[in-house]
């Protein structure tokens, strides 16, 4: 009896432990810096851009700006919807999506493994893992993720959704060009619920079959 009392504290000291030594974000605001460069053997920087991520709770918002304009998502895990807004050339664009929408959009994610890795590395003050992402079409990309960090919301990035830790560098291809994403700050700190709200006009509204016939 006093064995069986015994081995039931070691296993919660461990678990207790493990818990406190992983940090967990349920509220806050995650910054990324992305390079662009050409996908040739240059290399050059043509571009930056900028992702600020806020996350509360089941709310999360994205916002990405460049040198051309902005894009923002608003998503709502709890009550299954989403917006994306644009800001281009002065025009303003408000895209709704329906759960399925949501779906569809990160659909070439879905069934995404990473292969581990025994490659480690420090990036922005995080010890990191290197995995390699294998879409299901056979595409590949490299994540550095911490694994001490766990962030609650696991939709506000679905394709990062089966990942063991925040991600703090990865890098993907998209037709010439390369993308390198660095995380440069989180910040813990209480976000306003406002900071979620979807704006009630300003914008063109479309619907997401719609935008994604149009860009077809």
């Known amino acids: ?10 296993v919660f000291f461990f678990a207790t432990a493990s818990l406190i030594a992983q940090k967990t974000i349920s509220e806050g605001i995650i910054k990324y810096n ?26 999360s918002r994205t916002d990405m700006i460049n040198s051309l304009g902005s894009e923002t998502t608003i998503a709502d895990i709890k009550a299954n919807s989403a917006v994306i807004l644009k800001q281009y050339s002065g025009q303003k664009l408000m ?14 994610y879905d069934g995404i493994v990473f292969q581990p890795s025994e490659e480690t590395k420090e990036i922005a003050g995080y010890t990191c893992k290197k995995t390699t992402a294998q879409l299901k079409n056979g595409t590949t990309f490299f994540v550095y993720y911490a694994p001490d960090v766990n962030v609650i919301n696991k939709e506000y990035e679905p394709i990062f959704k089966n990942l063991p830790g925040l991600p703090v560098q990865y890098e993907f291809t998209q037709g010439k060009l390369t993308f390198l994403y660095t995380i ?9 619920s ?19 016939q149009k860009a077809n």
């Open 1 to 10: 009896m006093k064995k069986a009392i015994v081995i039931t504290l070691l």
């Open 34 to 59: 992305i390079q662009v460069q050409n996908s040739d053997k240059s290399n050059a920087i043509v571009d930056s851009a900028t992702v600020i991520i806020y996350l509360k709770g089941d709310l």
């Open 95 to 108: 895209i709704t999506l329906t759960k399925e929408d949501w779906k569809n959009k990160y659909d070439k």
């Open 184 to 192: 440069s700050t989180v910040n813990l700190n209480p976000i306003p």
């Open 194 to 212: 406002s900071r979620f709200d979807v704006p009630k006009s300003g914008y063109r509204i479309m619907a997401y079959d719609d935008s994604q």
